[in-house]
T-cell receptor
Framework: AQRVTQPEKLLSVFKGAPVELKCNYS??????LFWYVQYSRQRLQLLLR??SRESIKGFTADLNKGETSFHLKKPFAQEEDSAMYYC???????????????FGEGTQLTVNP | GAVVSQHPSRVICKSGTSVKIECRSL??????MFWYRQFPKQSLMLMAT?????????EQGVEKDKFLINHASLTLSTLTVTSAHPEDSSFYIC????????????FGPGTRLTVL
């Protein structure tokens, strides 16, 4: 069965500092990995997905199949980055799979001024 | 991006009653919707996959007779919590995948259910 682990429940950094939110997964097939973000009092929204290989709001994440990791990074954190971040895994790249998402426990990021 | 709405945003009911939560995709058609449950300070737990025109697929440990799902149209899925009890109190979130667009899953704002 698939599993997503985010070891840090809370992460606090100062503005301008680099930030890395860790995510490890276990899955026997070829997963699709996502990072979702939930700002205060807002709904969950997609931040980025590994197949897009893009940078959103300065965040990047690289899928490391050898280490089964998909850590989220940003070189210079901003106060507006404070939010709850969830790493998620979808079972297959195939659209016919239904694409069920398995979420990690989430990491609450606080960026202090 | 596409928008998913939920109604109601919060509901309080007495133990033993049934509660219906609606999930709508406002500007796209969703053949597949998902229902999640989130406990305070915990992650989202997938309850079931709602398939338009067919039966929902429930995750292990989720009682299908307790959580009835109906996906009668391409834009609406409903979750009915039957004979609700205090332990059913939770935050219920739906999502819908926009297959016609980027394939991204869009999430509703959630429904806070409190069973007295």
């Amino acid at each position: 069965a698939q599993r997503v682990t985010q070891p840090e429940k809370l992460l606090s950094v100062f503005k301008g500092a680099p930030v890395e939110l860790k995510c490890n997964y276990s899955y026997s097939g070829s997963p699709e990995l996502f990072w979702y973000v939930q700002y205060s009092r807002q709904r969950l929204q997609l931040l980025l997905r590994h197949i897009s290989r893009e940078s959103i709001k300065g965040f990047t994440a690289d899928l490391n199949k050898g280490e089964t990791s998909f850590h989220l990074k940003k070189p210079f954190a901003q106060e507006e980055d404070s939010a709850m971040y969830y790493c998620a895994l979808s079972e297959s790249l195939l659209e016919t799979s239904g694409s069920r998402l398995t979420f990690g426990e989430g990491t609450q990021l606080t960026v202090n001024p | 991006g596409a928008v998913v709405s939920q109604h109601p945003s919060r509901v309080i009911c007495k133990s033993g009653t049934s509660v219906k939560i609606e999930c709508r995709s406002l500007d796209f058609q969703a053949t597949t919707m998902f229902w999640y449950r989130q406990f305070p300070k915990q992650s989202l737990m997938l309850m079931a996959t709602s398939n338009e025109g067919s039966k929902a697929t429930y995750e292990q440990g989720v009682e299908k007779d307790k959580f009835l799902i109906n996906h009668a149209s391409l834009t609406l899925s409903t979750l009915t919590v039957t004979s609700a009890h205090p332990e059913d109190s939770s935050f219920y979130i739906c999502s819908a995948r926009d297959w016609g667009g980027t394939g991204e899953q869009f999430f509703g704002p959630g429904t806070r259910l409190t069973v007295l």
